[in-house]
């Protein structure tokens, strides 16, 4: 297996967040030579076209960002059957300018908890019509739809189920399948 950098983007600015809880638990479960980091988005203010001049350092941060990484993880909570609205926002600004989409040929794989039998299904759903829109190879299988027991992750991360470790190790193993698909 090659080295990977891959960014995670948590679609929750909450700090007790169960999905920033997921994404962390994928760092300490990663396969050896993947690297996790995340790629912020509490801090991009709203999108408007009138940015499109002139983008605020924080976006080019945000789209620089996601250039350096070798794929993306959105880990997203659900939010009223669809994606959260800072998810949005932070995709909408990696969407423009027009025609410098950051999400253009890059990697992406999309998973998500909540306590609820079905998970994030119906977000991870609208965010796939999304990222198809966007042009970025999205992960399709395993999907990576998790129901957040109480005490599954550790706030420090740790994943108290082996059966729920196992798999996600095999979903970064399969994006990483993903990421040798479009690797320059």
Not at 60 to 74: S, T
Not at 145 to 174: C, N, W
Request: charged share 20%; net charge negative; aromatic share 10%.
């Amino acid at each position: 297996m090659s080295d990977y950098t891959v960014g995670y983007i948590v679609g929750s600015i909450s700090s007790t967040s169960i999905n920033r809880r997921l994404a962390k638990a994928l760092t300490k479960v990663a396969p050896e030579g993947v690297t996790l980091h995340e790629i912020s988005i509490k801090d991009l203010p709203f999108y408007s076209p009138d940015f499109d001049a002139d983008y605020p350092q924080v976006a080019r941060d945000f789209k620089q960002a996601i250039a350096d990484v070798d794929g993306v993880v959105i880990v997203t909570p659900e939010y009223s059957r669809s994606l959260p609205g800072v998810l949005k926002n932070a995709l909408d600004w990696a969407a423009r300018p027009y025609g410098q989409g950051s999400f253009d040929g890059k990697p992406t794989a999309i998973i998500g908890t909540s306590g609820g039998s079905v998970s994030t299904a119906a977000a991870q759903q609208h965010l796939k019509a999304i990222l198809s829109h966007y042009n970025a190879p999205t992960l399709g299988q395993p999907e990576g739809y998790i129901q957040s027991l109480p005490g599954l992750f550790t706030e420090a991360g740790d994943v108290t189920d082996e059966g729920t470790a196992a798999f996600l190790r095999s979903y970064l193993e399969a994006f990483t399948v993903l990421i040798d698909r479009y690797r320059d």
